[in-house]
């Protein structure tokens, strides 16, 4: 069993910045992969940052170059750095862990765009 609790969300003008933390109940080392997700309202939940474990990344093209994901394993953390943000940035944002071929996922954090 995995438990992932983000933190970091709130509101921000657009063109600001915002760094999301999600700290992990057990080592990170021994994740296949862990990823940043965000569900905006009346939307299904997408995708914006991957990472294996120890190897590459990738972003969907809406927020690649904006977005950075990271991973902290000493300190069983991720992070998701994301600049440059737009009113459609606007959501709830999940972090995910994929473990052994299941699927763990945090309770959310609000990120929320607006001047």
């Known amino acids: 069993q995995v438990q992932l609790v983000e933190s970091g969300g709130g509101l921000v003008q657009p063109g600001g910045s915002l760094r999301l933390s999600c700290a992990a109940s057990r080592s990170i080392g021994t994740f296949y992969a862990m990823g940043w997700y965000r569900q905006a309202p009346g939307k299904q939940r997408e995708l914006v940052a991957h990472?294996?474990?120890?190897?590459?990344?990738n972003y969907p093209d809406s927020v690649k170059g904006r977005f950075t994901i990271s991973t902290d394993n000493a300190k069983n953390m991720a992070y998701l750095q994301m600049n440059s943000l737009k009113p459609e940035d606007t959501a709830v944002y999940y972090c995910?862990?994929?473990?052994?071929?299941?699927?763990?996922w945090g309770q959310g954090t609000q990120v929320t765009v607006s001047s």
């Open positions: 995910n862990a994929v473990v052994l071929g299941r699927y763990y």
């Open positions: 990472i294996r474990v120890g190897a590459s990344t």
